[in-house]
C-alpha cells in the first residue's frame, strides 16, 4: 500500500524547504506553484487569479498545517496598511531537504515578491494557457507592476531559476 502524506504536511514541507520562512502568502503560492512547474510539487493544482497562479487547496492545507503546528503563521500589518502573514516551519515539519528541490525553493523565495508574481504569472501563461508572448501578456495584464524595472528583473529572476536543475525543465520563455 503506497502512502501518501497529508495536504498540510505538504504545504509546511515547501515552507520547510524554502529556507524555513516564507513572507507573504501571495510568495508561498507563487514558490508553489514554480514548485510544481520545475516537477518538485506536490501536486496542488493551479488556476489563474489577480495576482497570478493560485491553488485553493494550498491555501486550505497551509491554514491546516498552522493547525498541526506544522507551520507557524504570523500575521502583521504592511506599510500601506493591509495584512501579510509570516510562514516558519516548526520542528515538527522536520529537517531541511539537501537537494535540488530545496534550493530551487530557496532561490524562488528570495526573489523579490512582485518580480516573482511577474515571473510565476508569465510561466502559468506559458506552460498553462500557452501564450506565444508570455511577458507580454504578463505586462498587459499587470500594467502597474512591472513598472520602474520590475519586468527586467522578473526576467532576470527567471533566468537564475532557468539555471538550476530541475526535474522537469521550466518553460523556456526569457
Known amino acids: 500500500m503506497i502512502h501518501q ?22 510568495r508561498l503560492q507563487k514558490v508553489a506553484f514554480l514548485l510544481e512547474l520545475a516537477g518538485f ?42 495584512m501579510y502573514s509570516i510562514y516558519s516551519a516548526t520542528p515538527e515539519a522536520g529537517l531541511r531537504r539537501d537537494d535540488g528541490r530545496a534550493r530551487f525553493a530557496e532561490a524562488a523565495a528570495s526573489i523579490d515578491s512582485i518580480e516573482l508574481e511577474l515571473a510565476a504569472t508569465a510561466a502559468f501563461l506559458a506552460a498553462v494557457e500557452r501564450s506565444d508572448d508570455p511577458w507580454g501578456e504578463t505586462a498587459r495584464r499587470k500594467p502597474e507592476k512591472v513598472e520602474g524595472g520590475r519586468l527586467d528583473r522578473a526576467k532576470d529572476a527567471y533566468r537564475r531559476l532557468l539555471s538550476l536543475p530541475t526535474s522537469k525543465p521550466l518553460p523556456r520563455i526569457v
Open 5 to 26: 502524506k497529508p495536504d498540510w504536511q505538504k504545504a509546511a514541507e515547501i515552507v520547510r524547504d524554502a529556507g524555513g520562512q516564507i513572507v507573504g502568502r501571495t
Open 41 to 82: 510539487g506536490e501536486g496542488f493544482p493551479f488556476e489563474y487569479r489577480h495576482y497570478g497562479p493560485y491553488s485553493e487547496a494550498l491555501a486550505d492545507s497551509i491554514r491546516a498545517a498552522s493547525v498541526f503546528d506544522l507551520v507557524d503563521e504570523r500575521e502583521q500589518t504592511a506599510s500601506w496598511g493591509g
